[in-house]
Each structure stands twice: as structure tokens, then as C-alpha cells.
């Protein structure tokens, strides 16, 4: 306490009032209490800016997080669209036009059991692509191969051979077309096919290895031809490959004993899922094992 409290107070001492000492213990005590709880008060405070600080990080992080996440996908989508728009301006191909299935030019009786053709979007294509890496020595069979996006961007793959089956008649000849400019323009030597053909009757070859599906048709063609690849599995054993993009059949696949999914991705709207006879391949080696241990 200062000097000058002190002198006031012996002069209320004088004046007949309180004792000095007394008043000048009790100012100390409330004193003393009114540090006490400014202290706390501070101390308080402290800690509520503390936690102030840690909400407010956190709600930065979580704004940061959406944000970045809602950001990535505006990207995603621009640079999907362009690659899309890029591919046929690049090479003067014509994959783009969605057309519905009356549009098509079809003698099938599995007509209605088809989906509308719909370019792969060549991105989604090219990061799938680049992630398994299948290429050596295999054969990309695009089944239901539409105008043949497909097939030119597999040929860039390393493939050994690239096939390409469809049963619409005019969808065959403007990929017919595709082909012959892609192949002036890049100077590609890729053996590229083109079956005119219902799936569900193409003969699946030996060599066949990496089979490659946009949702091309429903239920009943996609059990015919997952039995397909997988009779000609049991008769020449080798690992197989089905890509399934935008798989609304895969109930078909996944219930077929002979497959098992190794992979799933989506890569912005394009979901593909990855099938393969790995399992099949390994129970074959186990038999044969079985049989040369036996004899
Ligand atoms: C969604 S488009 C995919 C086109 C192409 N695969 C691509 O990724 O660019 C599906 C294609 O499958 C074809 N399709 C549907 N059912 C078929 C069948 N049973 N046999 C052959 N092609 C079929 C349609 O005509 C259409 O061109």
C-alpha cells in the first residue's frame, strides 16, 4: 500500500473512525482476494483462449480439408472434360456423340439387353491404365467396343494385340473410320481389330487376357459372356483380367466362383472395378501339384 493510503487512513483514525491497522487489514485482505480472483480470472481466460485457439485450428483444418476436397473435384472434373473434349480435336476422330440405343443400327436378339453407346471418359482410362500396368504380352478385348475410344487409348498400352467387338453396325463403321485417321495421325502400328459381333457369340481366344467392359449390356448377356471367359480359362489355365467400368452387373461377376476382385477405384465419376482368375489359376497349380505328388 502507498504512503499516501497510509496517511489518509491515520487521519480517519483521528477523525475517529476505524482504526488504521484495522481498515489497513482489511483493504489488504480485499486486496489480496481481488488479486486472487483476477488471477484466476486471468488464468481463466488463458485457458479459454487456449481452447478458443483449438476449436479454431480445428475448424481451420476442417474448412481446409472440405475445401481442398470440393476444390480437387472441380479440378477433377475440368481436367476430365478437357481430355475428353482434347481427344477427338487431337486426332480428329469422332468418339464423342452419346447415342441412345434406337439410334443404333442392331440385328441382334440380344438388341435389348444392350446399353447406349458412351465413350470411356480418357482420363479415368489413362490413371486405371497407368496404376495396373497390364500391358506386356496381353490382349485388351473391349467387349461392346462402341466407336473404339477404347481401343485407341489401350493401343498406347503396350498391348500385344487390342480387339474390339460391337454389335451395332454403324457404330463398327465409324470406328473403322477412327482407326484409319488415329493410325495416320500417330503413326501407331498397334494390330488393332474390329469384330462386327454380338459379345455374347465372340470366341474368346487363348490369348485373350485383359477383357475390358463400359457397361455394355444387362444381366443375361453379362452371365453368357463372364462363362465364356471362364470356359476358356479352364481349357487353356492363365490369368485373366476383367475391367468393369460403371459395374451394375457385378453382382454376375461376384458370384461367379471362377473370379475374384483384386481392385476398385473411382476416378472422379468413373468407378472401375478389376476382376481376375487369379484364385482358379492357383487352385489348377494346387490339382496338378496334387497329381505329381500322387504318381
Ligand atoms: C457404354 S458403351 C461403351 C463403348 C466403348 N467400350 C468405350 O468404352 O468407349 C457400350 C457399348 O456396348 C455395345 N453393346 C451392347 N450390347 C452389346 C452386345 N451384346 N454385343 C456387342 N456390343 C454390345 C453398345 O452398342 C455400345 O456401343
Redesign the pocket.
Known amino acids: 500500500m502507498n504512503s499516501l493510503w497510509c496517511r489518509r487512513l491515520a487521519c480517519r483514525e483521528i477523525a475517529g473512525g476505524t482504526p488504521a491497522p484495522q481498515v489497513y487489514n482489511r483493504v489488504r485482505a480485499v486486496g489480496h482476494f481481488a488479486r486472487l480472483n483476477l488471477e484466476g480470472a486471468i488464468d481463466r481466460v488463458g485457458v479459454c483462449e487456449r481452447l478458443m485457439g483449438e476449436v479454431k485450428n480445428f475448424l481451420r483444418k476442417m474448412v481446409g480439408a472440405l475445401g481442398g476436397r470440393a476444390v480437387r473435384k472441380h479440378i477433377d472434373g475440368w481436367l476430365t472434360a478437357y481430355a475428353d473434349w482434347r481427344f477427338d480435336r487431337r486426332f480428329g476422330t469422332e468418339?464423342k456423340p452419346i447415342?441412345e440405343?434406337d439410334q443404333?443400327d442392331?440385328d441382334?436378339e440380344?438388341r435389348d439387353?444392350?446399353?447406349?453407346?458412351?465413350?470411356?471418359q480418357t482420363r479415368p482410362?489413362n490413371l486405371l491404365m497407368s496404376t495396373l500396368s497390364l500391358g506386356k504380352n496381353a490382349t485388351f478385348v473391349?467387349?461392346?467396343?462402341?466407336?473404339?475410344?477404347?481401343l485407341m487409348l489401350a493401343s498406347e498400352y503396350g498391348f500385344k494385340r487390342v480387339v474390339?467387338?460391337?454389335?451395332?453396325k454403324n457404330?463398327c463403321e465409324i470406328a473403322n473410320q477412327n482407326m484409319a485417321i488415329y493410325r495416320r495421325k500417330t503413326g501407331s502400328d498397334a494390330k488393332i481389330a474390329l469384330l462386327h459381333?454380338?459379345?455374347?457369340k465372340y470366341a474368346i481366344q487363348d490369348s485373350d487376357t485383359v477383357f475390358?467392359?463400359?457397361?455394355?449390356?444387362h444381366d443375361a448377356?453379362m452371365r453368357q459372356v463372364v462363362e465364356n471367359i471362364h470356359q476358356s480359362v479352364l481349357r487353356a489355365p492363365r490369368k485373366v483380367y476383367i475391367i468393369y467400368?460403371?459395374p451394375l452387373c457385378r453382382k454376375v461377376i461376384e458370384g461367379h466362383p471362377g473370379f475374384e476382385m483384386i481392385f476398385e477405384q473411382l476416378y472422379h465419376r468413373s468407378r472401375f472395378v478389376v476382376y481376375s482368375s487369379i484364385y482358379l489359376v492357383r487352385l489348377q497349380a494346387e490339382v496338378d501339384q496334387l497329381g505329381r505328388s500322387r504318381s
Open positions: 468418339t447415342l440405343l443404333l442392331i441382334s440380344n439387353h444392350g446399353v447406349h453407346y458412351q465413350p470411356t482410362f473391349d467387349l461392346g467396343s462402341g466407336m473404339g475410344r477404347a474390339g467387338v460391337e454389335y451395332a457404330l459381333l454380338d459379345a455374347a475390358y467392359l463400359y457397361n455394355p449390356f448377356v467400368l460403371n
